[in-house]
């Protein structure tokens, strides 16, 4: 494949954006090389800038459940911006957009429209804060929630580890409120909780992690930690950026039969647009201003644009059998890619739930941050360039969910898997 005009974007961008790129992993530091510029998606595939073509496992990092440029999504979006991109001021939209999403998340009482999933779980920190007048809070190693100060904080080694800033910027004094226990070890939230949950505001965590690769939570695990909560006044928190509408069309709060006080959501929620949410308990949302008064706004909350592509997406993944669809692609892509490495003599573990999934190189299990940190990134990162060489854009991480869309069907199954029979086979005999 020749990349030769993404190379020269890629040197013109790191002139004037920090790093070439407007977010991070997208530089493709995690595997190496430069990153591959885009300009066109339809349906499940991407053109880039010198007109290579790729089946897409990213999907912009979730929201493209449907694919690219989905068409009742184009049509809103064109539809909505002829009619006025921002008005600053309540409209109809926003209010069914709402009650579709309580009518969906039953623990969703009250829901606050804002644009991005940071802005979403800062609002729910602050919110479970001021409601409850404690301080702390609880997240779980390898879980992210966005670049917001109270997230940016390493996994320490143990729950009596009082976070330390991750990046500069971040306040030793703020990144100190933050614990951290592992993910997937109930124990050590009992342990913390018996010793410190009068001081814990929320604990937030990823139902199922994307953000350390793809985790999934062992049996009982998520309702021990809910009753946890419950026992000691802490408001369960579930960060759905990822999972909500996703996993099912109620999100992992569905799947695994959870009533959190306050959800997250962002991404699929969006359709590809700048949109994000949180909600939940009526008692705790009416805290958010100008009800109560926890201050929370937003210039651009709730616009019209972004709510017409998240109608349109959210109508979409109504239609019976959509999730079940998602399921069976997912699974056959898992077993054909689990035949593909063990043919190659590849030790890989591949988590996946529903239409997110992981290939880890490493013989696992993976279930936790320590155990995901296993994975031998650099032979990811080989796999990785030789699926963009067969035509297939995968998280440019180890520690990154892909996606599955709906615009996935057998004929691109069979493409990926044709790719991955030639990724495996290099890898094993570089090995
Ligand atoms: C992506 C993500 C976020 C952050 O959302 P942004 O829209 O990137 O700010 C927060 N939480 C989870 C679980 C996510 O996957």
Request: glycine share 12%.
């Amino acid at each position: 494949m020749n990349h030769s005009q993404s190379k020269a974007l890629f040197s013109r961008a790191q002139e004037t954006i920090p790093g070439g790129v407007n977010s991070p992993v997208r530089a493709f530091r995690g595997v190496g090389g430069e990153p591959v510029f885009f300009k066109e998606g339809a349906g499940a595939w991407l053109t880039d800038v010198d007109n290579n073509r790729y089946v897409d496992l990213v999907g912009s990092w979730g929201p493209l459940i449907l694919g690219h440029a989905w068409p009742p999504v184009v049509a809103a979006i064109t539809e909505a911006a002829r009619l006025g991109s921002s008005f600053g001021a309540p409209t109809e939209a926003e209010v069914r957009f709402a009650e579709l999403i309580c009518a969906t998340v039953p623990s969703v009482e009250k829901v606050r429209l804002v644009s991005s999933g940071t802005e979403a779980t800062v609002a729910a920190i602050r919110l479970a804060r001021g409601f409850t007048g404690r301080d702390y809070i609880l997240k779980f190693e390898g879980c992210f929630h966005g670049a917001g100060d109270p997230f940016l904080v390493k996994a320490g080694s143990g729950v009596e580890t009082l976070g330390l800033p991750d990046s500069p910027g971040v306040p030793a004094a703020v990144a100190g409120l933050t614990l951290t226990a592992p993910y997937n070890d109930l124990g050590a939230v009992e342990k913390l909780f018996a010793e410190r949950g009068k001081d814990i505001a929320c604990a937030i965590i990823e139902p199922v992690v994307g953000n350390m690769g793809v985790l999934i939570p062992e049996e009982g695990y998520l309702q021990g930690l809910q009753a946890l909560c419950r026992a000691h006044g802490v408001l369960f928190v579930l960060d759905e950026v990822m999972t909500g509408f996703r996993l099912a069309r109620g999100g992992a709060q569905e799947v695994y039969g959870l009533r959190p006080d306050l959800s997250t959501f962002g991404k699929v929620i969006g359709g590809g647009l700048p949109l994000a949410a949180y909600g939940g308990r009526r008692d705790v949302m009416s805290k958010v201003a100008p009800e109560g008064p926890v201050y929370q706004s937003g210039t651009l909350s709730g616009n019209p644009v972004a709510v017409a592509a998240g109608l349109a997406s959210l109508q979409a993944l109504r239609s019976p059998g959509v999730y079940e669809r998602l399921d069976s692609i997912g699974r056959e892509l898992e077993a054909g890619l689990r035949a593909e490495a063990e043919e190659a003599r590849v030790p890989v573990t591949i988590n996946r739930v529903g239409s997110m999934f992981t290939v880890f190189f490493t013989e696992g299990p993976v279930f936790d941050y320590a155990s995901a940190k296993k994975s031998d990134t650099a032979r990811y990162g080989r796999f990785f360039h030789q699926m963009l060489e067969e035509g297939v854009y995968l998280p440019p991480s180890q520690f990154e969910s892909a996606f599955l869309s709906l615009s996935i069907n057998e004929p691109e199954v069979a493409h990926i898997l044709r790719a991955a029979r030639r990724a495996f086979r290099a890898l094993g005999t570089a090995a």
